[in-house]
């Protein structure tokens, strides 16, 4: 049984959260939420939003993170909205898996565009309100930014790039007073590697190899990340500049 990371006081904060319709991203604004925490959810996916929760405490945004004017739109539409930024927790992202000789030159691109761009773009666009907040900014990166990995080394590449831009903009920002954190997820059951093209028996196949590698010998849930997201977000701390492994030991 894993104990509860935030405490159990309710935290008046307002945030957005991209990627927020799905897997992870999705895992994180149930939790926001449930803890008091104000949340504008951003997704490229219409259908998928419109199956998320409704309710006061969420307004949801289609949003495509690696366009700046659909960023811009958003970014200012949920200012109005809640009256200010609190948090941002960038998660839209994807995977790629390939070996160098087979990947091509426009998925690396796109890979990119989204994982490393995306979150630069929004990351930007928000960093007014969040300085005037002296909030908190959540990168998502991933276990394969912290050691190498064979037949994804774009993406590992991308998340290492965001690893390391969360580092740089923690120093960048800490003296404005906004932390900047992340968590790197070791492999994890939600849509990702599906979105990337792998059939069912190929993601089966490829979690129950990872399961086997990992020193506590299972893949992550959704909320098991979500819950270390959620706390770098609310909980004013002493901490910037971390990237968390959540990943059942699988970095070291
Ligand atoms: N699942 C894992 O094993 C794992 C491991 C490490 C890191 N991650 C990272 O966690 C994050 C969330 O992934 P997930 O596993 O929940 O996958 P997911 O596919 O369930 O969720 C990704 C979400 O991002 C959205 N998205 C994609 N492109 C977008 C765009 N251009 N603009 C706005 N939204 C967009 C998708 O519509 C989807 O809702 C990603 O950054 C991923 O790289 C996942």
Redesign the pocket.
């Known amino acids: 049984m894993s104990a509860p990371v935030l405490s159990p006081r309710r935290y008046q904060l307002r945030g957005v959260v991209?990627?927020?319709?799905?897997?992870?991203?999705?895992?994180c604004l149930e939790l926001l939420v449930e803890h008091g925490a104000h949340v504008d959810a951003?997704?490229?996916?219409p259908e998928?939003l419109a199956d998320l929760p409704t309710g006061d405490a969420i307004a949801t945004r289609r949003?495509?993170?690696?366009?700046p004017d659909?960023v811009a739109d958003s970014a200012h539409e949920a200012k109005l909205h809640w009256g200010g930024i609190d948090f941002v927790v960038?998660?839209?992202?994807?995977?790629l898996v390939g070996p160098l000789a087979d990947v091509s030159v426009d998925a690396v691109r796109k890979l990119f565009?989204?994982?490393v761009l995306?979150t630069t773009i929004v990351t930007q666009a928000l960093l007014p309100a969040l300085v005037a907040s002296k909030g908190s900014i959540v990168n998502?990166?991933?276990?394969?930014a912290l050691k190498p990995s064979v037949s994804n080394s774009h993406?590992a590449a991308?998340?290492a790039a965001?690893a390391h831009l969360t580092r740089c903009w923690a120093l960048e920002l800490g003296p404005k007073g906004v932390r900047v954190n992340s968590?790197?997820?070791?492999?994890?059951?939600?849509?990702?590697?599906?979105?990337a093209g792998m059939s069912a028996e190929q993601e089966t196949e490829m979690l129950r190899e990872r399961a086997a590698t990992i020193p506590l010998r299972r893949?992550?849930e959704?909320d098991e990340?979500a819950r270390w997201i959620a706390r770098f977000a609310l909980e004013d701390s002493w901490t910037t500049g971390a990237v968390l492994p959540v990943?059942g030991g699988m970095s070291l």
């Open positions: 991209t990627g927020a319709a799905s897997g992870i991203g999705r895992a951003w997704d490229r996916s998928a949003t495509d993170v690696t366009d659909s960038n998660c839209a992202g994807a995977f565009d989204l994982n995306g998502v990166a991933s276990t394969v993406y991308s998340k965001v968590v790197a997820p070791g492999p994890t059951t939600t849509p990702l590697f599906r979105a893949v992550g959704p990340t990943d």
